[in-house]
């Protein structure tokens, strides 16, 4: 016997158990943004590395750490995805959909990051992203943050999420803002944690975001953001709070936020969860005006977010929000014994199946005694067992029992439709 293949460390099999959660969140997510008018967009999973070195920014983490960049047979530097948003915005101006359009689009789907894998944190993980392109006013920024919040409400997540908010201005007033910042911290260079100190010559703006206690306290009497901000991005943010105002979402006002990719500008934004520990962040987003620009395009203003699709799976979980209907589950099991039972047993599921009733009927298949036949009806979880024989199929009735009571009725097979209907309802 061969050695058996396992999964890559961090790269998880999305059992059937599992699945029909994130056929569920999945839908209910679809059903939100097509109601706002949003489209799906789906592109490639593997780029060329030079889309994400400068749409996400050669500084970032993403692009120095955690890459899963290879050459191809011809020499071509590829990355695996490491985030959406390059992508989508690739997609749609090579399409022609961005210049002088506006476009809402969504996407879901596999991303990657070499990592060190920990609980809602994994090497290929999976996100639902959500763009829009071509409007530079904040009610568009408020659109997309009241779909969050309906999303959150028809997920029953609502009352345990916030939604933090922060504007770190266009790019000029961040350079004159990252400037004093840097000067600031050279001086206590020695009492930042490793990481700070390698972003202070990389990304300083990140070190706004760490949660060392030593480097917290250094940033106690840094120079604030705030001060820097430029008039008009003011302008946009007091603009956003009142348009979510108005729409009683409420938010927190977060000057640490600051969003770890290059390409943000004026608003940014986290729904964060007190639920999954360290993995606080459930979604997370921003404008990035620049970006489309940035990547050859013409200049495009953008804003939009990601979620991840396992850590809303686990937050679901951990407070129980899994409605039963969005389990597997099956409604009726149909058993047979006999040849002529077995073709009659076929038709009676596809008769089922055709009343578009939603209902998943399962037949047993591959033989088996009554007894074995009933111990997987029972083990199927059905609410129903549909038992044909030999003498049924000559009467041209089913024998029905329900599997919660243990009642069992005969029922004429073309009335079998109805039956079922008067037993789920009643």
């Not at 770890?260 to 404008?287: M, N, P």
């Not at 074995?372 to 000559?394: C, H, P, W, Y």
Request: hydrophobic share 40%; charged share 25%.
């Amino acid at each position: 016997m061969g050695r058996k293949v396992q999964a890559i460390r961090g790269m998880n099999d999305i059992l059937p158990g599992q699945s029909s959660v994130w056929q569920y969140l999945e839908r209910t997510v679809s059903e939100v943004v097509n109601g706002y008018g949003y489209q799906q967009i789906r592109f490639p999973i593997v780029e060329q590395t030079e889309l994400f070195k400068r749409g996400v920014g050669e500084t970032t983490d993403i692009v120095e750490k955690e890459m899963y960049t290879f050459e191809d047979r011809n020499g071509e530097s590829l990355t695996l995805r490491p985030e959406g948003t390059a992508s989508c915005v690739r997609a749609a101006d090579q399409a022609g959909l961005l210049f002088n359009q506006t476009q809402r689009l969504w996407y879901v789907g596999p991303m990657f990051r070499y990592e060190r894998p920990q609980k809602g944190r994994y090497r290929q993980f999976h996100q639902i992203g959500v763009e829009s392109f071509g409007m530079a006013t904040p009610d568009i920024d408020a659109e997309l943050i009241i779909l969050t919040a309906r999303l959150w409400k028809k997920l029953g997540l609502l009352e345990h999420v916030e939604l933090q908010l922060n504007t770190i201005g266009v790019a000029a007033a961040r350079e004159t803002f990252k400037a004093a910042l840097v000067d600031y911290l050279t001086e206590f260079k020695d009492q930042l944690d490793e990481d700070s100190q390698r972003r202070l010559s990389t990304n300083p703006l990140r070190i706004l975001d760490s949660k060392d206690e030593a480097t917290q306290k250094v940033l106690l009497n840094a120079p604030s953001l705030e001060d820097f901000i430029d008039d008009e991005s003011r302008e946009h943010f007091e603009r956003l709070q009142a348009i979510l105002k108005a729409n009683d979402v409420p938010f927190v006002i977060n000057r640490s936020l600051v969003r770890g990719l290059d390409y943000y500008g004026k608003t940014v934004f986290e729904w964060v969860t007190s639920h999954l520990g360290a993995q606080a962040t459930v979604c997370a987003g921003g404008r990035y005006d620049g970006l489309v620009e940035q990547l050859g395009g013409r200049a495009t203003p953008a804003v939009g977010f990601a979620m991840g699709v396992e850590r809303l799976v686990l937050l679901l979980e951990t407070l129980e929000l899994i409605p039963e209907e969005a389990k597997d589950a099956t409604d009726i099991f149909v058993v047979s014994f006999g040849d002529e039972a077995e073709l009659a047993s076929f038709v009676v599921a596809e008769q089922l199946r055709n009343a578009n009733q939603g209902w998943t009927v399962l037949r047993h298949c591959g033989g088996g005694n009554f007894k074995n036949q009933m111990k997987k009806a029972d083990k199927s979880g059905a609410r129903f067992t549909l038992i044909l024989g030999e003498s049924e199929v000559a009467e041209g009735i089913v024998q029905v029992k329900d599997m919660q009571s243990g009642e069992q009725v005969s029922c004429a097979t073309d009335a079998l439709v109805t039956t079922l209907l008067e037993k789920l309802n009643g």
